[in-house]
T-cell receptor, first 112, second 111 residues
Framework: KQEVTQIPAALSVPEGENLVLNCSFTDSAIYNLQWFRQDPGKGLTSLLLIQSSQREQTSGRLNASLDKSSGRSTLYIAASQPGDSATYLCAADQGGSEKLVFGKGTKLTVNP | AAGVIQSPRHLIKEKRETATLKCYPIPRHDTVYWYQQGPGQDPQFLISFYEKMQSDKGSIPDRFSAQQFSDYHSELNMSSLELGDSALYFC??????????FGPGTRLTVL
């Protein structure tokens, strides 16, 4: 059974700082790992998808890496902005199934 | 670009009533997923459909049922509603095992 853990649960940083969010998963037989952003009471916005054959993906100021063997992924946010404040969720599928198993998220606050 | 459409966006029901949530996937996507997110919780997988056939099932109560229709839209039917069913219900769609795109969600409140 896939289990996803995110550390830290909350993070507060000053504007402009680079930061790293961590995600670990127990079942390394994944097809995909996705990072999402969720604003309070809102939907899930997909940020990056990393397929099992890939080691990293980049989109603008975001870079996500994947190490299947160690069951870890990181989301790197460069030059953080107050608009980046949200909860960031990591989700991995479960080997043999396309359903996503989510971590409990990291609540990020970027202070002006 | 077209996104996943969910309706209604908000729904208020009494205990023991029935609710039907609808999901319209991104055009040409062949897989639909339903997730439930309780207050302060992470989303939990309920059920999925691939090409109109149920493909996987998670922790979905027996009071809930779902189907995918010939036009690929999906409906989640929830009966005998309980207070604990109050949550955000997300539909997502994908093309095969690709990236899952989520709809805005339906917020269900059971009084």
């Amino acid at each position: 059974k896939q289990e996803v853990t995110q550390i830290p649960a909350a993070l507060s940083v000053p504007e402009g700082e680079n930061l790293v969010l961590n995600c670990s998963f127990t079942d390394s037989a994944i097809y995909n790992l996705q990072w999402f952003r969720q604003d309070p009471g809102k939907g899930l916005t997909s940020l990056l998808l990393i397929q099992s054959s890939q080691r990293e993906q980049t989109s603008g100021r975001l870079n996500a890496s994947l190490d299947k063997s160690s069951g870890r992924s990181t989301l790197y946010i460069a030059a953080s902005q107050p608009g980046d404040s949200a909860t960031y969720l990591c989700a991995a599928d479960q080997g043999g199934s396309e359903k996503l198993v989510f971590g409990k998220g990291t609540k990020l606050t970027v202070n002006p | 670009a077209a996104g996943v459409i969910q309706s209604p966006r908000h729904l208020i029901k009494e205990k023991r009533e029935t609710a039907t949530l609808k999901c319209y996937p991104i055009p040409r996507h062949d897989t639909v997923y339903w997730y439930q997110q309780g207050p302060g919780q992470d989303p939990q997988f309920l059920i999925s459909f691939y090409e109109k056939m149920q493909s996987d099932k998670g922790s979905i109560p027996d009071r809930f049922s779902a189907q995918q229709f010939s036009d690929y839209h999906s409906e989640l039917n929830m009966s005998s509603l309980e207070l604990g069913d109050s949550a955000l219900y997300f539909c997502a769609s994908s093309l095969g095992l690709g990236e899952q795109f989520f709809g805005p969600g339906t917020r269900l409140t059971v009084l």
